[in-house]
């Protein structure tokens, strides 16, 4: 079977879980839920696939985060590149497709995010194996799950004609859809939701880049030829900062021409917000959802998230967001959870 060289990328900086995901420290390095941190888990996923050792793509203020986490669970990076200033996803997965093509190679890349909840590893790797038997084909491939709900966090991909295995060509993307759409889009059957998980051949993504985005892929490109090295660790060069931000999504996937979607079995979360952390907390009765002890009298459909062991009391109250850490408190609508980050830029920078 094909080698794969996963390329993850922990760059993001998790801004709807404040205040427990912050600045220094986001939601990818992490242990919202097991034994194991966002990153681990993700690392983890990878067992038992034919892999290279991956790249991690990561800002440079978290690069000893990223060693010690990778190295706390005995795995080898190939490099841990360092983006000197954010740029999204198109610049970051460019930094490693340029570095993995260099001496003439021209591997696979899987491009996962550092900050996903995947239920059935199983069905992941299954999925990544489906995957391997048509990257090679010069196409670009995403991974669509089955949608379980009508989310209107997420966005969407419209399966098109059926190709081999559990591949098919995309007949659309769809950024998120407000409820309606998103009600049509669960009853019509050919609709998934867009994992933001990719795999393609790094010559392949290039040469699209190049096509759409030349500002971003050179770039990139006089970045990578101007890096240096301390250990695993890769700074690329300062002509990173011309690159403009752009998603892989908008710079890329939308546009090419030869685009696949790779319908996938297993339970799929981008754990984005306080809602979504919230069916993985304990159900402590009248639709309330905590991590700690909670008693409460006519109040239901809280959330309630504490980082120490505190017992939490709430008294006629509903729909509420309340997270507790040692220097801050939140408490906000649940109905508002996706503008928190809003709210972050008004704390101080020393919370952030």
């Not at 427990?20 to 996923?45: C, D, I, N, V, W």
């Not at 909840?117 to 084909?137: M, N, Q, T």
């Not at 309630?304 to 997270?323: E, F, N, P, Q, R």
Request: proline share 5%; glycine share 8%.
């Amino acid at each position: 079977m094909t080698e794969l060289l996963p390329v993850i990328l922990a760059g993001g900086s998790g801004t709807r879980l404040w205040p427990l995901s912050r600045e220094l420290y986001p939601k990818q390095f992490l242990r919202l839920y097991g034994e194991h941190t966002m990153l681990q888990a993700t690392l983890q996923r990878l067992d038992g696939l034919p892999i290279a050792p991956p790249y991690v793509v990561c800002n440079d203020e978290h690069r000893f985060l990223v060693a010690e986490q990778c190295r706390a669970i005995d795995r080898t990076c190939g490099a841990i590149i360092l983006e000197p200033a954010v740029r999204s996803t198109a610049p970051a997965i460019a930094l490693a497709a340029f570095r993995a093509v260099r001496n003439g190679a021209n591997p696979i890349l899987l491009v996962m995010p550092a900050d996903h909840y995947i239920e059935k590893p199983d069905g992941f790797r299954s999925a990544v194996r489906d995957g391997l038997a048509v990257a090679g084909s010069g196409a670009l491939l995403t991974f669509g799950v089955v949608p379980e709900a009508p989310e209107t966090g997420y966005g969407y991909i419209k399966r098109g004609v059926a190709l081999q295995g559990s591949a098919s060509r995309v007949a659309a993307f769809t950024e998120k859809p407000n409820r309606e759409r998103a009600e049509q889009f669960l009853a019509d059957g050919n609709y998934f939701w867009n994992s933001g998980i990719f795999m393609f051949a790094a010559n392949s993504f290039l040469e699209e880049l190049r096509c759409f985005r030349p500002d971003i892929h050179d770039a990139c490109a006089k970045a990578i030829a101007n890096e240096s090295t301390d250990l695993d660790f890769v700074r690329p060069g300062k002509q990173f900062l011309d690159s403009p931000i752009d998603s892989i999504d908008y710079a890329v996937m939308e546009k090419a021409g030869r685009v696949l979607v790779v319908e996938s079995d297993f339970d799929w979360d981008d754990v984005g917000s306080w809602t979504a952390i919230a069916k993985y907390l304990s159900d402590s009765g009248s639709d309330n959802r905590a991590n700690t002890e909670l008693r409460s009298v006519e109040s239901a459909n809280n959330i309630v998230y504490t980082s120490g062991k505190k017992m939490i009391a709430l008294m006629g109250v509903h729909d509420l967001i309340v997270v507790e850490t040692p220097d801050a408190l939140l408490v906000c609508s649940r109905h508002e959870a996706e503008k928190i980050k809003q709210l972050v830029g008004l704390v101080p920078a020393e919370l952030q």
